[in-house]
């Protein structure tokens, strides 16, 4: 009797010992392991759109407080995975420039640590974009081999988030407005 509870004591103290290197692990792992947007954004998209995220007038359009990057999640993803040309109208202004796509140079986490900055960087105060969530993006997307057209990404069908079955399961976020 005896040595039976002294061994379920034993059993627990080595589950608590269990839980708590995964816990510890986990939290270190995070913190080491998550990329800085903001570096990524200076290094890949400054150059074109500019620190301050204004763009430049008539020729880059601008990041800051429009609804193209404070909108819908999954619209975003789509146009910095595989790129957007054609006329794209921001206030008054239209751009018919080409942006290059970045699925071959920015991991999932990379991504969206970028595009977590550029949502809530400047007067931009939307939600974060997840690993998780580019990764089902660009999955669903994969045999994509050319920029988008902004009419395809005005059509509900290429926004939000797809599920790993190809459906959304995550609803369309439409905060914020050019
Ligand atoms: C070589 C210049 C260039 C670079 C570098 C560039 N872009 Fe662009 N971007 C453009 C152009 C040009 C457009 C407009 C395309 C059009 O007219 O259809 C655009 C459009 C956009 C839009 C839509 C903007 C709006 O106002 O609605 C977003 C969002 C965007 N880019 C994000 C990014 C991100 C994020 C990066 C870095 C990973 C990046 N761009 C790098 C040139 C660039």
């Given at each position: 009797m005896e040595f039976k509870s002294g061994l379920q004591h034993c059993f627990f103290v080595i589950l608590i010992?269990?839980?708590l290197s995964v816990v510890a692990e986990g939290g270190i792992a995070q913190d080491s392991a998550?990329?800085?947007?903001e570096p990524l954004y200076m290094t890949r998209c400054a150059s074109c759109h500019q620190a301050n995220g204004e763009g430049i007038s008539g020729v880059f359009p601008p990041l800051n407080e429009v609804d193209w990057?404070?909108?819908?999640?999954g619209r975003l993803i789509r146009l910095v995975l595989?790129?957007?040309m054609g006329p794209l109208q921001v206030g008054d202004m239209v751009y018919t420039g080409a942006m290059p796509p970045w699925?071959?140079?920015?991991?999932?986490?990379?991504?969206?640590?970028?595009?977590?900055y550029i949502r809530t960087a400047w007067d931009n105060d939307a939600s974060a974009v997840t690993e998780n969530e580019v990764r089902l993006v660009r999955e669903a997307t994969n045999d994509r081999k050319k920029a988008w057209t902004t009419e395809e990404l005005e059509d509900e069908i290429n926004q939000g988030i797809p599920g790993s079955f190809g459906f959304i399961i995550s609803p369309r976020d439409t905060t914020g407005t050019n």
């Open positions: 010992g269990l839980i998550v990329p800085d947007g990057v404070t909108g819908d999640k595989d790129g957007v699925k071959t140079f920015l991991n999932d986490q990379e991504m969206a640590a970028l595009l977590t």
